[in-house]
């Protein structure tokens, strides 16, 4: 167990709560197994009827901890992240999310996952994984060109440089903007209000919505891991995570 990961209930509301802010919520492997357990135990508990998702104060999450990506890179079959993107891909009841700050990498992909996505106007967003030396996850190939119309997906995954809160709403990842301090609140009490609603009425209207796209998710989950892992061990993404960690700017010149 981790206590990195939190978790809350109230109200029937599974709240799922980052807890790591001094390194800006960045998610271990350990953490990645909580939040699977957390969801695996949420869809087998009838009384758990809406999930929410959130940071800590002012952060949403960092991604993926680079240090960990490092060290012990997620490669094979069983590594947690795999295992959260498919749990949290596949769940079957609500999830709304509360971005009350900043969110990159997977903390921006993940709400992809997400039915409800409520962000503060400070928060910001960004996908850096050409800086990284790294390729999109979580399905984000697939999923943001769908969302957000292909310029845009383009220019978010092409240079992976930041984008605040007003674009994101209006690229339609996030469902409404509201003050930093309001943010975790009304997003609770969005799930507080899905969960008084009947249950199997949700989770009909859900798997209706989500239906059409769910092999294609599944497939671009796998096929992105794939690639995402040969290039986490190459030289690139090394000097990339080394230049983060040295407060540097990587130097991708002396490779061709
Ligand atoms: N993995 C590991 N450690 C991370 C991290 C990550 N993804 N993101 C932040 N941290 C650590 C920093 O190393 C720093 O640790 P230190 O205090 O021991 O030096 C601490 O968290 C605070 O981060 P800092 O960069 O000083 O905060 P900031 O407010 O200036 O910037 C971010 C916040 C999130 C914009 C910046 O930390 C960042 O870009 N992080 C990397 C994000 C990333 O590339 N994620 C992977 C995507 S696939």
Partial sequence: ????????????????????????????????QAMTDALAQAHDDPGV??????????????????????????????????QFLRSISTAQKPLVASVAGVAVGIG?????????????DSATF???????????????SLLLPRIAGYALAAEKLLLGEAFDAHEAHRMGIVNRLLPAQDVDAFAFAQAAKLAALPASSLRVTKMLMRRAGEQEVAERIEEEVAHFGKMLLAPEAREAMTAFFQKRKPDFRQFD
């Fill in 108 to 120: 921006t992909t993940l709400l992809l996952h997400c039915d409800l996505v409520y962000a503060a």
């Fill in 49 to 82: 009827r809406a999930i929410v998702i959130r940071g800590s104060a002012g952060v949403f999450s960092a991604g993926n901890d680079l240090d960990d990506f490092m060290k012990a890179p997620p490669t094979g079959e069983h590594a947690p992240v795999l």
């Fill in 126 to 140: 960004s996908l850096p994984f050409t800086q990284l030396a790294l390729c999109p996850e979580a399905a984000s």
């Fill in 1 to 32: 167990m981790t206590n990195e990961i939190l978790l809350e209930r109230a109200e029937g509301v599974l709240t799922i709560a980052f807890n790591r802010p001094d390194k800006k919520n960045a998610i271990t492997s350990a953490m990645y």
